[in-house]
């Protein structure tokens, strides 16, 4: 399905570039969350009804954003080509589930809390670190297995050697885990590290070097894999735009090789002439 009138399709583009459109956006949809949080308070009947008709208002508007948006592609299946517009289509959707007595009203309160997340798609910045959280995901999960065979081969070891001086904490290697991730967080750690100084002098060893292995190393190294994914992807977004080191970088490679292109008809035009003579 495509749009015939090329003219307004001009027309809502030019609206949906709009800094003035875009600020819009932001504002209703913070206002929106605001409304939300307001529903949570105990106040009259009256300002319930008034908060029912800013909601029905504010998701008049988010429709009519997302079709000013879906009117503005040349081919509306274009529009859902992107994974953030299908997220905002269907939050907006889902807003349109009328809020009654009915069973349905909690699945609609907590569907249009979801409308405060379309921030993401609106503004680039937080689309940049959403990517960015979700592409590093993989990577950090190797990190967080190491992780865990980290935690299960101190907590094996403190089952065995701290298990009678507190069985609360130290009882089976489960419970020796959620008490070296107390220690990870830095929850009293040093209570826990006192009550077995008292039988073994020397168990500060066991303790600081499970904190430097967690809270330092394995911490740092998951830093540094959203650092390095949130670096490509702003790198990505300022090819794609055109902004920055690399997107000047990708203008010149592309007008690089086409240059390159024309010089090589140019020099094949050239020898078939040479050879014609």
């Known amino acids: 399905m495509s749009f015939p ?7 809502f583009i030019a609206i949906r570039s709009n800094k003035i459109f875009e600020m819009t956006v932001i504002a209703i949809i913070l206002l929106s969350a605001m409304l ?9 009947p009256f300002w319930m009804d008034v908060l029912g008709v800013f909601d029905i208002a504010v998701t008049l508007f988010f429709l009519a954003e997302v079709l000013i948006r879906m009117a503005a592609e040349e081919k509306v299946r274009n529009f859902f080509k992107s ?4 997220f905002d289509f269907l939050i907006v959707t889902a807003s349109l589930i009328p809020v009654d007595e ?5 699945l609609a309160r907590l569907l249009r809390i979801f409308r405060v997340l379309r921030l993401i ?4 910045e937080l689309r940049i670190l959403m990517n960015a959280l979700v592409k590093a995901i993989p990577r950090i999960g190797y990190v967080a297995l190491l992780m865990f065979i980290i935690f299960y081969v101190y907590a094996a070891f403190g089952s065995f050697f701290f298990e009678q001086i507190n069985p609360v904490l130290w009882g089976d290697i489960t419970i020796a885990m959620l008490t070296l991730f107390r220690v990870a967080t830095f929850e009293d750690w040093t209570d826990v590290m006192y009550e077995t100084m008292e039988v073994y002098p020397f168990s500060w060893m066991f303790y600081i070097s499970f904190i430097v292995l967690t809270a330092f190393v394995f911490l740092n190294m998951m830093i540094g894999v959203v650092i390095d994914v949130m670096q490509k992807e702003h790198e990505k977004f300022d090819r794609e735009h055109g902004e920055g080191e690399a997107g000047e970088v990708h203008w010149i490679r592309e007008h690089t090789e086409t240059i390159e292109r024309r010089l090589e008809r140019m020099e094949s035009l050239l020898k078939d002439m040479a050879e014609k003579k």
């Open 83 to 86: 994974g953030w517009n299908v």
């Open 36 to 44: 939300i949080g307001a529903t949570t308070y105990d106040i009259s």
């Open 102 to 106: 009915s069973q349905m009203v909690l």
């Open 121 to 124: 798609s609106i503004i680039p």
């Open 5 to 11: 009138s090329a003219e307004l399709r001009e027309y």
